[in-house]
């Protein structure tokens, strides 16, 4: 039987296992061409998009097609290596990047694994969780002995990812009636990060999840992905779970759970999941966007005071808040993991 081909840590819970046989790839995920020379109707589409989907692809957005296919070529030979090799840079408790193939979302392990590398070196970052500890300590990255072009690669790329995003973070400020270089004061020692993944064939797919559901917890996603499929988006006017159809040079943009206090729940971020295949294997690329450790998030008085709208959400410390996240995605914790949900007024 299927079931006992998995180890039971990977079981998703009923109600949470997904359907790869009735899985429908959306019509109206929005499409944006970043090519458009028409900036104020850009920024109404890069609006309209966040507002409601919280999802939505761009084409045409100045990153060289090779700059992807390079990242994804490395990403293919590191994992392709024996555990033993990639567990040289195995990351722990202490190092926070490198290789890791026992990550759980939501208290249930992902058929997935792997590789983080920090953009800004080194990473300022929150020494403990403890809110009155304000020691600060920095990350660094562990690169593997092969491919030995992986350092390079990676760091190219994420360094066209940090523009890309700042670039539409920008149009996301003005879709808010913002001026466009509001949000740049919170980047200035960023602790972004960039993450590959390989999601392996799986022999029940209907069983397990390669990410379970969740919202990213950042500013902003780029996700590049190859021609496998599988990535689903909680569609916001129906809940339905639908695809989001792999397409040709394009990156899949997702609001996090930063940008959703940011604008006061004007924008929110969305749920999405990645189902696994029984004869094919996916990799991604994922570009997390996050403001410095230190940055306060919280409602900006633009969106509220100024408009006498009362603030949805608590103030809280980033880099508490990424820390405890890092901690408890790294083992099966009894209980739920930090969620922005507990900072709602
Ligand atoms: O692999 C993907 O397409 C998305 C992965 C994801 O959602 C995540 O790592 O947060
Ligand atoms: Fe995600």
Redesign the pocket.
Known sequence: MAVAEVDVAFIQEPTHRPNPSLSQEAQGIPLIDLSNADTDALVREIGHACRQWGFFQIINHGVPPKSHHRVQEVARKFFKQSQEEKRKVRRDARKVMGYYDTEHTKNVRDW?E?FDMTVKEPTFAAASVDPLDDRVTHWENQWPQSPTAMREVCQEYARDMFELAMRLLGLIAKSLGLPARRFEEFFKDHSSSL?M?H?PPCPSPELVL??GP?K?PGVL?I?G?DDAG??EVKRKSDGQWVG?KPTPNAY?I?VGDVLQVWSNGEYESAE???MVKSEKE?Y?T?F?LYPSHYTTVEPLEEVTEEQNIPAKYRAYNWGKFLLTRKCSNFKKLQAENLQIHYFKV
């Open positions: 997935k792997v993450r993944i999601y390669g990410v969740h990213d996603s996700v992905q599988g990535l989001v899949v997702n999405h999941r990645v996916r991604s994922v997390f």
